[in-house]
Nanobody
Framework: QVQLVESGGGLVQTGGSLRLSCAAS????????MGWFRQAPGKEREFVAA????????????DYADSVKGRFTMSGDNVQNQVYLQMNSLKPEDTAVYYC????????????WGQGTQVTVAS
């Protein structure tokens, strides 16, 4: 089992920044990939960013949704078993509940999810 707990959401003005954190615990050795997703009211959950577990640092190459490229940065910390989502130049359309998710080795879908953290961007 893998447990994921997000933190760092809140209310911010347009153009502001927030940093989300996701703490992973349990069988973290089984994690292949970590992702961030978001769901706005009345909309489907959508992909935000993802990176292979442990591939942080200068050689890291996360995948990003087109809507966040150049504004959001995903990173991680092996010691703390955490992943982060640095969100800059926030827009009202970034308002959503943000979830981190883990995909295990050999599993095609993300099968562990955090409880979510609310991000609200005021115009």
């Amino acid at each position: 089992q893998v447990q994921l707990v997000e933190s760092g959401g809140g209310l911010v003005q347009t153009g502001g920044s927030l940093r989300l954190s996701c703490a992973a615990s349990g069988r973290t050795s089984s994690i292949y990939r970590m992702g961030w997703f978001r769901q706005a009211p009345g909309k489907e959950r959508e992909f935000v960013a993802a990176v292979t577990w442990g591939t942080w640092g200068a050689g890291s190459s996360p995948d990003y949704a087109d809507s966040v490229k150049g504004r959001f940065t995903m990173s991680g910390d092996n010691v703390q078993n955490q992943v982060y989502l640095q969100m800059n130049s926030l827009k009202p359309e970034d308002t959503a509940v943000y979830y981190c998710a883990a995909r295990r080795v050999g599993i095609r879908q993300y099968d562990y999810w955090g409880q979510g953290t609310q991000v609200t961007v005021a115009s």
